[in-house]
């Protein structure tokens, strides 16, 4: 029995060891041109022609007559005509001004770096005499830069980039003959879904941009539809097994667009069909019914929003068939992306962002105007840019550039609203440009969470214009990523400096990205975003394991400031923490830290308890905080206030702060309230006028009524002639005592009639 199980064993590992070679190499071959030819479909109209003429020796006849026809065909398969391309490039150097230098600064860091017969497997040493690092490949893989040498090539006059283009080409299909690539296997696979797949949207583009030069020869345009064709299987044979991920996804799109692109190949059918059904489950099961991408993500949701959009446009173009649902999913993912949305029309920086390091807030006019293309909604119209971005104003046509610069702009209406699915909770005043904004991050992605941070009932806070206590972009190869991705640069709340995201995972090719193997669950507690005090109210088990239990409570007074709620219980005495973002000095000891804008607008963070010990300011790379903390106990609150101000003038009185604090038209009390005759006790009192906030209410007295709390409850009250309205922000309903018997609170305001 042993020595079967043995033999099994033995079978299935070399079976497995095959198939990971074969899928690599032996498999998918690239033909060679003639064997190419030999293999021409009827489809191709005088295909017999061609196949006889390059099979009688005459292969640039050949090579001509195909090209023609693919060339003619070109013209109605892609997202722009070839034929205007001197057209589109004179608007777009009086759009994009810069465009020409930009782009031939780009071609250059390529070409300086890479020989157009590049070696394609490491290790090897680049032009400038340094060994190519893993990132580097990876890059050099996707060719980010190709598209740059075409622009160059008619913007610049640098018509060597032509042939460094195609001969780079003809490089890696040597490569790949000669089986000198970077297998998937190793990590970092030249064909890899998304190196291959990204690669393939490059040239694509390039290729396009070609055609409308009389210098891209016949023979070229050949090799590059060999090129796409041989690529086309391999991304279709290595990606049977679904996988979660952008990675999978761009492939498909490349799948698709190639198929779109030469349908008079039987394999493109079974092409089409088959990126059509994996992406379709990309959508459904990697879109959560919010509209976000399950990554949480900023980056990645646009660059899903980036996938989808070729795949849909191109399809319209091309009237191929796409599933009914799409329409709305995709529709979906641009709505979130208003719900997230700034006052500023900007966007917040959330998990892995990685276009601009250290950066605060993203840009998303350019990706709205794909949704105003596609979809001319005015409230997408009002985020939408009137001209897309320098890349996307190659996937939109001269119609779709018109309807941007008509469109219709409605601002919106919504104001503090959930993405619950993802995880995402937004306390939103309004959309004046200097309105009051907080985002909360709450959720871990269940699937592939690689991108997540240790943020998890984090926050960030916008008002006045500015983002006030931010979050930061990363970049996977630079040395700090780790520390940026963890919780000492994130809002939240620690035990014995232990930040969220543990078991520190980089990728197997060595390219700098990692991940945290644990991060904490949270689970939201309380919604409440209506009313003049709003509240989301949860909890996470990160800190479980050395026995402490820990819940955050965030109470926004609209317009005014929030108060946030840090309480943790355990059986051990630990140290506790709480950490804020933003350049801060720190006034009335370790109470007040303030920071300060150049308009002189800016934030007061304000200790209300008495359990803080003390606090410190520091940071790296320019990006600072500051981070209050106890003394070791068993137990700790922090319940602090913080307060965006417009003025010097605005800023929170610090004069008698310790007996009465003043945050603008709002009164903070410590226990105890006397008013009009009656007497609350709370933890805290948060007052203006007549409404009333009870942090940790445990009574309200006077000489007809009596209410009581045998557990501390946070209770607003409205106060009037007739009596008092009460409602309630804990989780469950709320059992109050008195002396006529016990009342119910709940979220829905409860009346309670007597004399004030």
Known sequence: MYSLRLFLFLAAFLAFQRVVAQVETVDFPLLEEAQFFAQLPTSIPNSGKIKALYAQGNSAEAHRELAAYFKEKAKSRFYFNWENVPTRLQEYQQLYPNAAKNHLKDADSHTELYDADTPWKLPFINKKG??????????????????????????????????????????????????????????????????????????????????????????????????????????????????????????????????????????????????????????????????????????????????????????????????????????????????????????????????????????????????????????????????????????????????????????????????????????????????????????????????????????????????????YQVRYPVPEFPFFKNSWVKNVALVDSIPQGQKWTGNQGGSGFGKFGKLPQAKVLLWEPKGKIQALKGSHDGYQEIGVSYERSIFFISGDFWLVRDRFSSDKKHTYYQNFQGNYSLEEGPIVARSSNADASGLDILQLGAQVTGANTTGMNGKNRVTFHSEPSNAMEFVTVLRPYDSYQDRTSLEGFKEKIQLGDWEAFRENLDMNGINFTADYILRKGDLLFLLGMKGIQSESLTLKSSNPVDVQVSLATSGMELKSFEPGPVLLESTSGSITLTSTPTQINHEK
């Open 130 to 471: 340094k060994q190519v690092s893993p990132y580097e490949i990876r890059h050099l893989f996707r060719q980010h830069k190709s598209g740059d040498f075409a622009f160059s090539y008619f913007l610049s006059d640098k018509k060597e980039l032509l042939p460094y283009f195609t001969n780079q080409a003809r490089s890696l299909n040597q490569a790949f003959q000669n089986d000198k690539v970077e297998l998937i296997a190793d990590g970092n696979g030249a064909y890899e879904s998304f190196r291959g797949g990204n690669r393939m949207e490059n040239w694509v583009l390039t290729h396009h941009l070609f055609l409308a030069s009389l210098e891209y020869t016949d023979a070229d345009q050949i090799t590059l539809l060999r090129t796409f064709l041989h690529h086309a299987e391999v991304l279709y044979q290595t990606n049977q097994e679904f996988q979660f991920g952008n990675h999978q996804t761009k492939g498909m799109v490349a799948l698709a667009v190639i198929a779109m692109m030469y349908p008079e190949f039987e394999a493109s059918k079974k092409y089409y069909d088959f990126a059509i059904a994996n992406l379709g489950k990309h959508l459904e099961l990697e879109v959560n019914s919010d509209g976000f991408q399950f990554e949480r993500s900023f980056h990645y949701h646009v660059g899903d929003i980036d996938n989808y959009f070729r795949v849909f446009k191109l399809a319209q173009i091309t009237g191929n068939p796409i599933p009914e649902a799409w329409e709305g999913k995709l529709r979906g993912m641009f709505e979130a992306m208003t719900a997230i949305a700034l006052p500023n029309k900007l966007a917040p920086v959330i998990q892995d962002d990685t276009d601009n390091p250290m950066a605060t807030v993203n840009q998303m006019d350019e990706v709205m105007a794909l949704g105003y293309a596609l979809f001319p909604d005015p409230v997408f119209g009002y985020f939408a840019s009137t001209n897309p971005s320098e890349e996307y104003y190659w996937l939109l046509s001269q119609t779709d550039l018109a309807k941007l610069r008509s469109k219709s702009e409605t601002k919106p209406t919504q104001k503090s609203t959930a993405l619950e699915s993802t995880g995402y909770y937004v306390f939103r005043e309004g959309w004046k440009e200097k309105d009051q904004y907080m985002l909360i991050s709450t959720g871990v992605s269940k699937e592939k969470p690689d991108h997540q941070h240790g943020d998890v009932l984090g926050f960030q806070l916008f008002a006045n214009g500015d983002m006030l206590v931010p979050n």
